[in-house]
């Protein structure tokens, strides 16, 4: 069994307390850039990124050492780290060493050398410093540490190796959970089986209700053995997307004619796992990370043997019946399951960790992505940063003796920027006005830099102050991004008022991050209702050029559903007051036609508020609720159980809100939807910035800033209505804009196949 010599030294080597004490290790970019830079100044014989393979008690070890100087017989294993070196904890030192030890191991069987010199090299990217730690070891010596690691991992290889030859002949024989497919669920999971199977990319437009999640899952189980899949990792932007994948997978299983062997792990944010939010991550502070690594092997046993989907509420069960934090046993299982759902974060944020695991062990893996127009918004969110200048002036007066020194160098860069010439002719105003700058400026940079040093020697000595970590974390998502800096991105100040700048580095273009995300993929199938026009979700995603896109047939008839076109009234802004009264008009005579549970939607709170407040003098007799800014969840939940089976009224909402996608309200519950704007972002100095840009580097700067975002919210908002093969409703569009051929080109076919009004 091939195993990275990376997962094996994590799976035998560790032992003690887990640590994650508030010292944050470099980026993936800072760790390649420190590397290069210690490899770059070694002598002419060095070798960097040695490969290195061999074979030991049975298993297939593979690795790559960082270097090896052949003229000195010395091997390198170069760890980057951020502060004082004492901060790498003996557990985690160890750990480097066992990985270096084997890589010196394989070395010596491949040049049948009897010893080697090993050097272990810290490189603190804060200071632009080297330690290295060096000894000299015989091959015995290391084939003997190589075999005891072997040993430990040996039984669970062999484990492994069984689970993988049983789950091979169970998806092999994999039958579909129903009789039949829904109308269009065929043709979706031929096209998705195909597509994994030749290792494509593939977008699906494909409605709601089609049954996207079993129609993507199934065949993409169905292909794993045949494509020697390591995994597949099922990634949605909701949480509702989560429950439905595990609630497929139940399906699926259920019509087995024995339980399927395939191990389903589902990944939550550390917000929603964490027993302790109010202790530190180190077993000097939280019970459930003293003597982690020494419970662990326990619990992933007992994790494995379960028999059942490893959920939250099953995994943190598991976790605390060995007394070990839940959070961290999902981060260990997504090691050793077979099919993980998660959040798109967890594979395409910075640190993602499903990123890192396929790095790691060269996995081949499929990516299904439910609604995946939502990733762009999320790829920018992911990559955009911003640092308060009065967080910065609180922690200066508050930072204790160690830390005044880089918070005040700090406060002497924010205050040269402040005075540049193009910030300072803005002056202080309690209304922001944003100034975007040619760059991220390199000596605020590079004082934050320096802050985060000091900020991470500081609490490894003195944890547990919570506005000093964030404001470190702070800092450190801004350089990373600093040091990436280019016209996807977009550097922007504002000044709010005397000590409450801002400075932002927000990202316009996700591709240029996302793209080596798709490409370490075996296949990529992303699936959603609004996936039109193709070109704009393949430029901005950085998807491969050679990305299919498949138009999926509604499993819904055009008799279902009518569209009225209210073509005579203009939504855009400087027509809003004129548009509010037949607005109210249009809403009651279609309530008073068919009266039952509708939704209005529109394009701001101010709009929404301008037509509700006139539609509840006009029109007493129609109950009307209506969404507000910041509601809780226990009110959002009252807004949505107004919707009842027999009920009555007219739910406001925003375009583009909590309302308006993710909720599911079929048959009687809705009956309709008004949609009172195309759902354009705003004109507005940053949209134009983005559009310029998109015009630059696409050519289609008006569309891919605003038409193609805005109907899609249209699109979402507007499925709502139509949920299941027996609803029938209507939809009425409220713009003249909509009667626009190169408008009505981008909504669903089969809502105008019986034509509209």
Request: net charge neutral; with cysteine.
């Amino acid at each position: 069994m091939r195993v990275a010599v990376r997962t094996l030294c994590e799976f035998a080597a560790r032992t003690g307390d887990l640590d994650h004490r508030y010292t944050p290790s470099p980026s993936a970019e800072q760790g390649r850039t420190g590397h290069a830079r210690v490899q770059a100044g070694r002598g002419p014989d060095y070798q960097a990124e040695v490969r290195l393979t061999g074979e030991c008690q049975g298993l297939l070890l593979t690795g790559r050492a960082d270097g090896y100087d052949a003229g000195r017989h010395r091997l390198e294993e170069i760890k980057t780290h951020r502060g004082d070196l004492s901060r790498v904890s003996t557990a985690q030192q160890a750990l480097h060493w066992a990985q270096l030890r084997c890589y010196g191991a394989l070395l010596c069987a491949r040049d049948e050398r009897s010893s080697v010199e090993l050097a272990l090299v810290y490189y603190d990217i804060g200071r632009d410093r080297e330690t290295c730690l060096a000894e000299t070891a015989t091959a015995a010596d290391l084939v003997q540490h190589l075999e005891g690691l072997c040993r430990v991992y040996r039984e669970w290889a062999e484990q492994e190796a069984r689970h993988l030859e049983a789950r091979s002949q169970a998806l092999n024989e994999l039958k579909f959970p129903f009789a039949r497919f829904r109308t269009g669920q065929r043709p979706l999971a031929e096209s998705v089986f195909k597509a994994v199977c030749r290792g494509e990319t593939l977008m699906l437009a494909a409605p709601t209700g089609l049954g996207k999640t079993l129609g993507t899952l199934f065949p993409a189980l169905m292909a794993m053995p045949r494509q020697n899949l390591d995994r597949v990792f099922f990634l949605t932007a909701r949480t509702t997307g989560r429950k439905l994948a595990l609630d497929g997978m139940t399906r699926i299983d259920e019509a087995q004619s024995g339980r399927v062997p395939i191990r389903v792990l589902e990944l939550v944010a550390k917000s929603h796992a964490c027993e302790h939010p109010d202790l530190a991550c180190h077993g000097e502070s939280c019970p459930l990370a003293r003597g982690f690594f020494d419970r662990l092997g326990d619990a992933r046993q007992a994790a494995v043997d379960a028999g059942a989907w490893l959920d939250q509420a099953r995994l943190r069960d598991i976790a605390l019946g060995h007394d070990i934090c839940p959070y961290f046993l999902g981060q260990e299982m997504a090691r050793w399951c077979d099919l993980v759902i998660g959040d798109v974060n967890h594979y395409f944020d910075q640190s993602a960790l499903l990123y890192a695991l396929v790095q790691q062990n060269d996995w081949r893996v499929t990516l299904l992505l439910d609604e995946a127009h939502n990733l762009i918004n999320r790829g920018r969110a992911m990559y955009s940063a911003e640092l308060s200048q009065q967080r910065l002036l609180t922690a200066k007066r508050q930072a204790p003796p160690p830390l005044r020194p880089p918070l005040q160098r700090l406060a002497r860069q924010w205050q040269a920027l402040l005075r540049h010439p193009d910030v300072a002719a803005v002056g202080d105003s309690d209304t922001p006005t944003p100034v975007r700058l040619a760059t991220a400026p390199q000596d605020l940079t590079g004082a934050l830099n320096g802050l985060v040093t000091a900020i991470t020697d500081y609490l490894a000595e003195h944890s547990g102050n919570a506005e000093l970590q964030e404001l470190m974390f702070e800092a450190l998502g801004y350089t990373r991004l600093a040091e990436q800096f280019g016209d996807h991105s977009l550097c922007e100040l504002s000044r709010e008022g005397r000590g409450r700048a801002r400075l932002a580095l927000l990202n316009l273009v996700p591709a240029d991050f996302l793209k080596p995300r798709f490409a370490s993929a075996h296949s990529c199938i992303l699936f959603s209702a609004t996936l039109k026009p193709p070109e704009y979700h393949q430029d901005l995603l950085g998807l491969a050029e050679n990305t299919r896109w498949q138009e999926v047939a509604s499993p819904f008839s055009g008799r279902q559903l009518q569209v009225h076109i209210a073509s005579g009234i203009s939504t855009r802004f400087q027509h809003r007051s004129a548009s509010v009264a037949p607005i109210v008009t249009l809403l009651a005579e279609h309530y008073h036609a068919r009266p039952g549970n509708y939704l209005a939607f529109f394009s701001s709170f101010a709009y929404l508020n301008a037509v509700y407040e006139r539609f509840i003098e006009a029109a007493p007799d129609i109950p009307g609720w209506r969404q507000s800014p910041g509601m809780t969840t226990a009110a959002r939940h009252e807004f949505v159980e107004r919707f009842q089976v027999g009920g009555q009224g007219i739910g406001f909402g925003v375009l583009g809100g909590a309302f308006a996608e993710g909720i599911d309200l079929p048959g009687e519950r809705l009956v309709g939807a008004f949609i009172a704007t195309l759902g354009l972002p705003p004109f507005d100095s940053r949209n134009e910035i983005m559009r310029q840009r998109l015009q630059s580097r696409f050519g289609a700067g008006y569309d891919y800033t605003y038409l193609y975002p805005g109907l899609e919210k249209v699109i979402q908002a507007a499925g709502r209505v139509i949920r299941g093969p027996d609803d029938e409703g209507s939809i009425v569009l409220i713009d003249d804009r909509f009667a626009r051929p190169e408008v009505r080109r981008l909504l669903p076919g089969w809502w105008f196949e019986a034509g509209f009004d």
